[in-house]
Every structure is written in C-alpha cells, then in structure tokens.
C-alpha cells in the first residue's frame, strides 16, 4: 500500500540552527500538508500546498518556516532559526483528487535544545 | 473561530464492550468528518470517515454517525478489543483539516 514517508525520524539541533525535514507524499497526490504535534496536544495545521504554491497557512506558519517542492517527489518544510517552542512531532500528509482522505507519515521527532 | 471540541480525553473500557467518542465542530460548511487512530510514536492512521449528506457510515465494528442540524459526530466501536487502545483523533474540514483534542483510549482485558 502506498505511504507517506518522512525523514528522519528524529531530529535534534541547537537553537538558532536551520533544520529541513523531508517528505515523499504518496507519487499521484497532488495536496500536500504539514501539520505538528506537541506532546500530549492536539495534531495543528502548519501549511497546505498545492500547484506549487502555498494555499493555506496557520498563524503557527510565520517567516521562520518555509516549504518548497524542489522536485517531482519531496516536499520539505525549513524552520529557518528554531526555537525551544518548535520541539514537536511534525507530520507530512498528502492526498489526491477527487477524494478528501488525508494520509499522513510516521512524523518526525523534532528536538530542539 | 475554527474548532472542533472532542470528549471525553480519555476513556477505560473493558475488553468487549462499547466505546463512544463525541465531537462538535464550528463551521457549518464543513463537509467532510474523518477519524484517526493513532498509536506510540506513529502517525495519525485514517480509520472511517463520512461526508456531510450521509448521517451514519460503518465498517465492521466501527461506526460514526453525524448529525449536521446539532453539528456533531460520534465514533462507535464495539466489541472492543486490546489492540483497539489507542488515542483517537476526529477532524472537520474546513478548508484544511481541524482536528479535535484526541481521546485516549484504553481497553483492558
């Protein structure tokens, strides 16, 4: 069965420092998502993307955080300068016309000390 | 604003009984209802969903029933089992995703 795959699983850096996570969406999906998860909260929208563009953003989503389809499989979302607060478990999710199902990856552990 | 309210955040039942999960949602133009289950350190697995001009769907022994006029949704399982313990996660859409709090359940043998 088609996944969603993300990597790394876990991801540890330093304050201040850039992080990437990488994503591989299911190969005939044409939406994409990012959402987070802080520990013990509830799954919070970050971004949609779709005609590489972004259609969507939440307020979560400021200037620090970017994302980008820099070829026919991975979409990756860049946290410029992480702070403490963006330690979560980040989720890539995609999913394809004409349905609505949403399937997301196994996430990564973002740690940021 | 946007929202989706989930009850309860956690719930116990023993192994073969019913479990009830309730979410309300905001935005009467919502239109799709998904509910996911998530285990330990994996991501959300979808696991039944509904669109709003069906009032009850079911899939073995799991259900969701919506009712649009009230704006809420209900997960159903019966006949719970172990593996079945997990936190569970509805969702509206509105626009993207929303998702509700999660409830944790847990089924005991």
């Known amino acids: 069965e088609p996944e969603v795959t993300q990597t790394p699983s876990h991801q540890v850096t330093q304050m201040g420092q850039e992080v990437i996570l990488r994503c591989v969406p299911i190969s005939n999906h044409l939406y994409f998502y990012w959402y987070r998860q802080i520990l013990g909260q509830k799954v919070e929208f970050l971004v949609s993307?779709?005609?590489?563009?972004?259609?969507?953003k939440s307020e979560i989503f400021d200037d620090q955080f970017s994302v980008e389809r820099p070829d026919g499989s991975n979409f990756t979302l860049k946290i410029r300068s992480t702070k403490l607060e963006d330690s979560a478990m980040y989720f890539c999710?995609?999913?394809?016309?004409?349905?609505?199902?949403?399937?997301f990856g196994s996430g990564t552990q973002l740690s940021v000390l | 604003g946007e929202n989706v309210e989930q009850h309860p955040s956690t719930l116990s039942v023993q192994e073969g009984d019913s479990a009830v999960i309730k979410c309300t949602y905001s935005d009467s133009a919502s239109n799709y209802f998904p509910w996911y289950k998530q285990e330990l350190g994996k991501g959300p697995q979808l696991i039944i969903d509904i669109r709003s001009n069906v009032g009850e769907k079911k899939d073995q022994r799991i259900a969701v029933t919506l009712n649009k006029t009230a704006k809420h949704f209900s997960l159903h399982i019966t006949e719970t089992q172990p593996e079945d313990s997990a936190v569970y996660f509805c969702a509206a859409r509105m626009g993207k995703l929303i998702f509700g709090q999660g409830t944790e359940l847990s089924v005991k043998p």
């Open positions: 999710a995609s999913r394809g016309p004409p349905g609505e199902k949403l399937f």
């Open positions: 993307f779709y005609n590489n563009e972004i259609s969507e």
